[in-house]
């Protein structure tokens, strides 16, 4: 049986591609994308899958809920991101939600798909 895909999701950087006014209230942006992930997964990835929601800054201190484990970054977000990545099993797969260029190079060079942030926004 297959290990469930491992997705890890750059809080700061989808909530940041929407320019919806979430620079006011950054915390409230990453729970209403955490919300929107438990409810609606990730499209176009049928099986199991464990979402992980990375978030940093103004936004730590979100709660996990079901369906969706969140992570508050203890320094930068995308360090956290590359250790999460670099921790799973060699044979688990990996998506990483971002699309920041220098996280992409960095956990695609560990063996991660990766994704733009229009895969989990509405």
């Known amino acids: ?10 809080a700061a950087n989808v909530v940041g591609s929407v320019p919806d006014g979430w ?16 409810a ?3 499209p176009g990835r049928p ?22 484990r969140v992570e508050s970054a203890p320094g930068s977000g995308d360090d956290h991101m590359v250790e999460l990545v670099a921790a ?4 688990r797969p990996c ?14 060079e560990l063996g991660a798909e990766v994704t733009g942030p229009r895969t989990v926004r509405p």
């Open 23 to 38: 620079w006011r209230d950054r915390r409230g942006a990453a729970e209403r994308l955490r919300d929107r992930l438990a």
């Open 95 to 108: 998506l990483v939600v971002t699309a920041d260029r220098e996280l992409r190079r960095r956990v695609t």
């Open 47 to 68: 099986g199991e899958v464990e979402i992980v929601l990375v978030v940093e800054g103004a936004a730590r201190g979100v709660e996990s809920v079901e369906g969706v």
């Open 1 to 10: 049986m297959e290990a469930a895909l491992l997705v890890i999701v750059d």
């Open 40 to 42: 609606d997964g990730v």
């Open 88 to 91: 799973r099993p060699p044979d």
